[in-house]
């Protein structure tokens, strides 16, 4: 028979609301509505660790939850001096890093020794990343993608020297294996060589690690328009300007997954403009 997990040294002590079954010493994921067990397994609903519950409890009932905490099993089932991640099976904690295409990798702390584990779950923490759009492929395509060029009026700015006549660029990035959610916002950021008014069509694909390349294509988007321009009904484009375009609609929640890369293909059916880079911000755990 397992023993009960002893939970000592709490800190961050709050009072929650069950949403299912749930048992001392269980990571806590809030489920929509109220708390359940947290599961890696589960990035489609984010079920990541935010407490540890205190106590035994059953959907309604309103149980202690725990941010930090030392827990104590006499089974010794840690490894002393290893991480401890969420699972992939609800509700438990675990020495081996999930493994499983989407899977969500959060940290949830330390072993002491072989009986005893230090938890300190973090709070979701938001990152911003910018991939520049000048890359070996954009560079040294032939003519299929277009070159990268400096901005005419200060040399600061570069990027592929994109209008109608060809790919602007393909950019290539990897969403990291601690993501939750969707995306808060992905656009391009764009540099105006002119007044002409800008339309571009965007392309988007995923794949996991082993997997077909051409695993999930998302949603194209097409007649794509400056952010300024849907903000303040702006028609028209000035020249020297830095611009972006929202292109969150074809990186939505679904298309989104911890561990996967993707490539996006910028195709301008209208404009003339430098492609600056691709502009992405997230959360993590």
């Not at 990571?27 to 205190?54: E, K, M, R």
């Not at 849907?230 to 484009?237: F, I």
Request: hydrophobic share 40%; net charge negative; aromatic share 8%.
């Amino acid at each position: 028979m397992a023993s009960d997990v002893l939970i000592t040294d709490v800190e961050g002590i709050v009072h929650i609301t069950l949403a299912g079954t749930v048992y001392a010493g269980n990571p806590l994921a809030h489920n929509g509505t109220n708390w359940v067990q947290a599961d890696a397994s589960d990035a489609a609903t984010n079920l990541y660790a935010q407490y540890i519950a205190g106590q035994d409890g059953v959907s309604g009932n309103i149980i202690t939850a725990y941010k930090r905490c030392t827990l104590y099993d006499a089974d010794a089932p840690y490894t002393a001096n290893s991480p401890l991640y969420l699972s992939a099976t609800a509700g438990a904690i675990t020495h081996t890093r999930p493994t499983t295409n989407g899977d969500v990798i959060q940290i949830l702390g330390r072993a002491i020794s072989t009986y005893e584990a230090r938890v300190d779950i973090q709070a979701p923490r938001e990152i911003e990343v910018f991939i520049p759009a000048v890359g070996t492929y954009n560079a040294l395509s032939g003519g299929s993608v277009e070159e990268p060029a400096v901005d005419g009026t200060t040399n600061e700015w570069a990027g592929p020297d994109a209008d109608s006549a060809a790919i602007a660029a393909v950019i290539v990035g990897r969403f990291p294996s601690n993501i939750i959610g969707g995306l808060a916002e992905a656009s391009l950021v764009i540099n105006s060589q002119s007044t002409a008014t800008i339309d571009i069509d965007v392309t988007v694909v995923a794949a996991y690690d082993g997997l077909s390349n051409t695993g999930d294509a998302g949603a194209t988007q097409t007649g794509l328009v400056t952010n300024e321009a849907v903000s303040d009904g702006a028609t028209t484009v000035k020249d020297n300007v830095i611009y972006t375009v929202d292109i969150s609609d074809c990186l939505d929640a679904d298309f989104v997954k911890a561990g996967r890369t993707f490539g996006v293909n910028v195709d301008p059916d209208a404009g003339d403009f430098l492609l600056l880079g691709l502009y992405l911000r997230y959360t993590v755990v």
